[in-house]
């Protein structure tokens, strides 16, 4: 049995979908303000997190930011849910570490098949090295088995969606990728979310990346490549 968690201070949401996802067979703990939800995120087995933004004690952004300091929940999923619908809110959710976002008001049907998507594309805590775990292009290491990312030694934290989307670019230097083909390698091939998603994990990717964030290439009109390194 899976178990979510779902943040919600809107007691009408909360038990719609404390409802809803019991009755997909989930294991569902529920929590009305962020402080509890980050304790109950820190402290009980939790293979999805579902996180409203406007929260009392303390904001969706904080818990957000608080779960992914902690190594061993970097890739569990957060989805999170908001009222605020234009892209720069969309960018800032995603780059401190939300794997997905939908937008109030949501249809149920289509949260649940984006929980299934990101529960059959999280990928498994595995503490083995096997070969080709590690790929390195110039100073960027990409370890798949521990789940990191580092740039000249430093580690560059990104979420499940980002690593899987990097992991794609950087395997192929040179390659150009269009965005249903990193949309396939995001979320495993169900496409349930739309094209713009891809240019907004990219911005946040490169906004992490810093000075290296020019490894990431556009190309217009086709979609993304990572730059060829002499």
């Keep these: 049995m899976k178990h979510i968690l779902v943040i919600e201070d809107d007691p009408d949401i909360r038990e719609l979908l404390g409802y809803n996802l019991a009755r997909e067979g989930f294991d569902v703990i529920t929590c009305s303000d962020g402080q ?21 004690q303390l904001n969706g952004i904080e818990v957000c930011k608080k779960v992914r300091e902690i190594p061993e929940k970097r890739s569990v999923p957060i989805i999170m849910l908001t009222a605020k619908g234009e892209e720069t809110d969309i960018v800032f959710g995603l780059g401190v570490g939300a794997d997905d976002y939908m937008i109030k008001p949501f249809g149920v049907k289509e949260l649940i098949a984006r929980i299934y998507t990101r529960l059959r594309t999280q990928k498994p805590q595995d503490s083995e090295q096997a070969p080709g775990d590690v790929v390195r292009q110039g100073e960027v290491e990409m370890d798949k088995a521990r789940f990191q990312v580092k740039v000249g030694g430093v580690h560059v934290p990104m979420t499940l969606a980002e690593f899987r989307l990097f992991e794609a670019l950087i395997a192929r230097p040179g390659i150009v990728l269009s965005r249903d083909r990193l949309l396939d390698a995001v979320t495993g091939g169900e496409g349930v979310l739309i094209d713009r998603n891809i240019d907004v994990h990219v911005r946040s990717i490169r906004k992490k990346l810093g000075e290296s964030r020019d490894l990431i290439q556009t190309v217009r009109g086709l979609g993304y490549k990572f730059r060829e390194l002499q």
Excluded: N, R, Y
């Excluded at 509890?36 to 929260?55: C, N, R, T, Y």
């Design 36 to 56: 509890e939800g980050l304790d109950k995120a820190l402290s009980h087995k939790v293979d999805i997190i579902i996180l409203d933004l406007m929260l009392p």
